[in-house]
């Protein structure tokens, strides 16, 4: 079953902050946050684990509530850059059975 | 490094035409995967690999046929294409099965079946 995640779309102005919620309905392993700019491949941005460890880099940070099964993703003083569609993928068994991926948020960035 | 490698970038095929969309990655990664991407729909897994010689369905593997004789190569290949599989096809690839890394995409191929 797909994750869940919302807004379907938001629009803001540079430099301002975006978050980007994920909720699952199964127990999670792990939370992958992707992003995806039109007619390009998705890129990989973090991880968040079971237990609290997270793997990721630049300017964005995330959050996993293991007890309520949902993930954020902070974007914090948006640049142009970050325009596109943001998916999650859950892993309920360690990779075992691939990723399952939400419908995707898109952000866009005005100047 | 090349990455992933998907070849060809655009197809269009007729219905009842088989083909072989190719995969190849050159980071010794042990997980590969297939993936269709339709509007509004996200990213559907299609069948994936944790290893050579080892493979199983994902979520949406009807029609859809795959094999892992290399770590390097994962083809997916349709049997008899029809109209509703007209979609992007992503591969992606990963250090491991476990989920503590994440996965590299190719840059897909745009298949129409008419």
């Known amino acids: 079953q797909q994750p869940v995640q919302s807004p379907q779309a938001v629009i803001l102005r540079e430099g301002e902050d975006a978050v980007i919620n994920c909720s699952s309905s199964?127990?999670?392993?792990?939370v992958h946050w992707y992003r995806q700019k039109h007619g390009e491949a998705p890129v990989f941005l973090m991880i968040?684990?079971?237990?609290?460890e997270q793997k990721g880099h630049e300017k964005i940070s995330a959050s996993f509530n293991e007890k309520k099964q949902q993930s954020s993703l902070y974007l914090t003083a948006s640049q142009l850059s970050y325009s596109g569609t943001y998916f999650c993928?859950?892993?309920?068994?360690?990779?075992?059975?691939?990723?399952?991926f939400g419908k995707g948020t898109h952000l866009i960035i005005q100047p | 490094n090349a990455g992933v490698t998907q070849t060809p970038k655009f197809q269009v095929l007729k219905t009842g035409q088989s083909m072989t969309l190719q995969c190849a990655q050159d980071?010794?990664?042990?997980?590969m995967s297939w993936y269709r991407q339709d509007p509004g729909m996200g990213l559907r897994l299609i069948h994936y690999s944790v290893g050579a010689g080892i493979t199983d369905q994902g979520e949406v593997p009807n029609g859809y046929n795959v094999s892992r004789s290399t770590t390097e190569d994962f083809p997916l290949r349709l049997l008899s294409a029809a109209p509703s599989q007209t979609s992007v096809y992503f591969c992606?690839?990963?250090?491991?099965?476990?989920?503590?890394?994440?996965?590299?995409f190719g840059s897909g191929t745009r298949l129409t079946v008419v």
């Open positions: 199964k127990a999670l392993y792990s």
């Open positions: 992606a690839s990963s250090y491991s099965m476990q989920a503590y890394y994440g996965y590299t």
């Open positions: 968040l684990l079971k237990g609290g």
């Open positions: 980071m010794n990664h042990e997980y």
């Open positions: 993928g859950t892993d309920q068994g360690g990779g075992a059975d691939g990723l399952t």
